[in-house]
């Protein structure tokens, strides 16, 4: 099984896509404007104590006020609070706990409104993004992640993953990382960090407590809603907690994001550098892989299952009902348990797919077609399990009621993903009145004489529909070439399958957008020059 990670940098963010054999699994985009991120520790300001939900509201910047449950405060949270007050008094002035005195253990059972003051500052850090019409969800029980080992100040416990399952490598372990563990931090050791080898455990360890000496100097300085430490980027975070040795390409297109990743690759992992790869190809890294077409097709609100069925998916702000239907599936088999079987099976694998790829969370029912036998149900049962325990999220799957319903939750952390699969039409932009496809190539045509002679461009580049790109490039003396000859400057076409056929996007050297224009936006120029005229 091969995993490539292909990231599209674009002015908005990051587009990254996990591909596991061609096949998309997971995307997400890691916008530029995401200031709270799931892992971002911030100095809050407790604006609302609110004893009957044993809950307060922090404010930490965002436009809503963040929410802190009683629950997420931790054991540890007088002792955070007491280092919190003397850092920020200038008392501790190292970022080492060695000789901390710890304060008793929180009450798990207590009141808010004992442990908390209106107006008080504290350490918080983001374990839910904002999602819908609710702010971040935030706790005090603060952590820092690492690529083996997960670090936890105020704490002596070295706890290890149930996923390993060897008594002996669990000792190994514990035994490694308490030899090279500051004192009083405690340990979660991860499940990739199975046979690893002390020098690479050490070196994660390092990492992590630079970051706490980090988070403790900017502490010093800080100010009331001030991030200060923020997690890694999407991209980085990915391949922290992903990369292993089925992964066999990481590819972007952007050389600055090429060097950022380069240097973290060296950080935590120096023998997988020679999988990163920076695309410098002319068709677009998603087009080359064939993302674009697969996010079309998996984000529609009706999804095809292999083997003929299809899923119909719908969101609403208390969950998702996804229904499975077996379309064409029904005329091939001859019993009606078996074709029920075999569509369910089929899109048990899809549901699982579709959940990881859409980061879907929260309560999730999926209606399969009715099996008459337990057995028959079971097998989709383990179906859906087997599929999901790849997925790094939190879930847990409910055994299928009489009436066909799985009921599935899955951690929420983050907003969905959400793509838009309709377009609107190229030809009339939406208005319904059709313009003159011809006039494309003439605004093209005009819009490159502009470029090049009154503004003296260079090295510009034209994005087109496909169809487009065929008319511009091809022949024995393309019009790509009989621009080169009149103007004796190149234009690099490329073609864009996203892009309507009488759109186009004109790019500079650097990569920005000069212009965006159509067909009926041309035609509007059109008339209003004839109507001045007119006049």
């Known amino acids: ?30 916008r530029n404007d995401t200031a709270y991120s799931v892992g971002d520790i911030f100095l809050g300001t407790v604006k609302k104590v609110m004893p009957g939900l044993n809950a307060a509201f922090i404010d930490i910047g965002y436009q809503k006020d963040a929410f802190l449950h009683y629950g997420d405060l931790g054991e540890s949270f007088p002792t955070l609070v007491k280092w919190n007050k003397s850092v920020q008094s200038q008392k501790i002035t190292v970022g080492s706990l060695k000789n901390f005195q710890f304060e008793a253990p929180l009450d798990k059972v207590g009141k808010i409104d004992n442990a908390l003051k209106k107006g008080q500052q504290l350490v918080v850090q983001i374990v839910k993004e904002p999602i819908s019409t609710k702010g971040p969800r935030l706790s005090t ?17 070295i706890s290890v993953s ?49 970051k706490w000496n980090t988070l403790h100097g900017n502490l010093k300085a800080g100010k009331p809603n001030d991030k200060i430490l923020g997690e890694l980027g999407r991209t980085s975070s990915m391949l922290r907690d992903m990369l292993n040795e089925s992964f066999d390409a ?11 990743m380069r240097s973290y690759l060296q950080q935590i992992a120096p023998d997988k550098l020679g999988l990163l790869k920076l695309h410098t190809g002319k068709v677009k890294v998603f087009e080359q892989h064939g993302i674009e077409k697969q996010l079309k097709t998996l984000f529609g609100k009706a999804v095809t299952a292999p083997g003929g069925g299809y899923l119909v998916i719908e969101h609403t702000e208390a969950l998702h009902v996804i229904d499975v239907n077996s379309g064409n599936k029904s005329n091939q088999e001859g019993d009606q348990e078996a074709t029920a079987l075999a569509v369910n099976l089929a899109a048990a694998k899809e549901v699982a797919r579709q959940l990881r790829l859409r980061d879907m969370g929260g309560i999730i029912v999926v209606d399969f077609i009715d099996m008459k036998s337990a057995e028959s149900r079971k097998k989709v049962e383990d179906a859906v399990h087997s599929v999901m325990k790849h997925d790094k999220a939190r879930y847990t799957i409910l055994p299928i009621t009489k009436f066909g319903l799985l009921q599935i939750t899955r951690q929420r952390v983050r907003p969905a993903e959400a793509i838009v699969t309709g377009e609107v039409c190229p030809t009339c932009g939406g208005t319904g009145k059709i313009s003159a496809s011809i006039l494309v190539t003439d605004e093209i045509d005009n819009s490159i004489d502009d470029l090049l002679v009154a503004q003296n461009q260079s090295g510009i580049t034209l994005s087109v529909h496909p169809f487009l790109h065929a008319y511009y490039t091809k022949g024995l003396v393309s019009r790509q070439m009989k621009w080169y000859l009149k103007y004796y400057k190149w234009v690099k076409v490329m073609k864009d399958t996203s892009m309507g056929l009488t759109e186009y996007r004109i790019e500079d050297e650097n990569g920005e957008e000069i212009e965006l224009h159509s067909a009926a936006a041309a035609m509007s120029r059109l008339q209003d020059r004839e109507l001045e005229i007119v006049d």
Do not use: C, W
């Open 141 to 157: 029980d603060i952590s820092m992640a690492g690529r083996y080992l997960v670090l936890v100040p105020f704490s002596n416990t």
């Open 250 to 260: 990481i590819t972007v297109d952007s050389p600055a994001l090429h060097e950022e």
């Open 1 to 30: 099984m091969s995993n490539e990670l292909i990231i599209n940098s674009t002015q908005d963010g990051e587009r990254i896509a996990l591909l596991q054999d061609k096949r998309l699994i997971e995307y997400h985009f890691d």
């Open 162 to 210: 149930k996923k390993i399952v060897s008594r002996t490598e669990r000792d190994r372990l514990k035994r490694l990382i308490a030899s090279i563990k500051p004192d009083n931090f405690g340990v979660i050791i991860r499940t990739v960090a199975e046979g690893r080898e002390v020098a690479e455990l050490d070196r994660d360890m390092q990492n992590m407590t630079e």
